[in-house]
């Protein structure tokens, strides 16, 4: 079993930057992919960013160049910088976990971002 504890979310101006963290503790286990999904209201969940195994990045086309995604190995930790923050990137923001131990998928609890224009 995975947990997950998110932070950093909140509101911010249009323009603004907030800075998302995800951290995952268990026991016994092994991350294949890890980080950010978000789900506006109304709206499907969508893939914002990823970390795979071996370090390979995945972003949505259209959130590279604002967005960055980044994890600390040693921490199980994985972080997204946004910037240049849009009233179209209000959402709750997801951590998501696969291990490699089965391919199990973990969701957190979600983070609210909401930006103003």
């Known amino acids: 079993q995975v947990q997950m504890v998110e932070s950093g979310g909140g509101l911010v101006q249009a323009g603004g930057s907030l800075r998302l963290s995800c951290a995952a503790s268990g026991s016994n286990f092994n991350i294949n992919v890890m980080g950010w999904y978000r789900q506006a209201p109304g709206k499907q969940r969508e893939l914002v960013a990823l970390?795979?195994?071996?370090?390979?990045?995945k972003y949505a086309d259209s959130l590279k160049g604002r967005f960055t995604i980044s994890r600390d190995n040693a921490k199980n930790t994985v972080y997204l910088q946004m910037n240049s923050l849009k009233p179209e990137d209000t959402a709750v923001y997801y951590c998501?976990?696969?291990?490699?131990?089965?391919?199990?998928?973990?969701w957190g609890q979600g983070t609210q971002v909401t930006v103003s224009s």
């Open positions: 970390v795979i195994r071996g370090g390979i990045l």
């Open positions: 998501y976990v696969n291990t490699m131990e089965g391919q199990r998928d973990y």
